[in-house]
């Protein structure tokens, strides 16, 4: 059984030093491959978030398979540097309506 969920990656940008980053989807869980850029022009600092779609596999049993993320740092950048920093990283799965009503989790 395929469930659907979201992984929230939160990540610094600067307007140094910083690079870009490619996410990928490993194990149990898909997704589109996305790519985050630290880089920006203005002179300071802000946390940027990136929402992407999950697809999850459950067992017979209604868990989730382990999902990894892969975050690798590119060779490509706008900056002089290759840095990537993850802030926070959130993963959601949705339940089917009749679980969340009966409290069931995954």
Do not use: N
Not at 8 to 23: A, D, E, N, P, V
Not at 35 to 44: P, Q, V
Not at 79 to 100: C, I, N, T, Y
Request: charged share 30%; proline share 2%; glycine share 10%.
């Amino acid at each position: 059984e395929w469930r659907e969920g979201q992984l929230t990656l939160m990540y610094l940008t600067s307007h140094q030093h910083m690079g870009r980053g490619r996410i990928e989807c490993l194990g149990g869980c898909g997704c589109e491959t996305t790519e985050i850029e630290g880089h920006i022009e203005t002179k300071h600092s802000v946390i940027e978030s990136e929402v992407i779609p999950l697809v999850l596999k459950a067992d017979e049993l209604g868990r989730a398979h382990k999902c990894q993320v892969q975050v690798t740092v590119l060779d490509k950048t706008k900056s002089e540097g290759h840095k990537v920093k993850l802030v926070r990283v959130v993963f959601d799965v949705f339940l089917p309506r009749d679980a969340a009503r009966d409290g069931a989790t995954t």
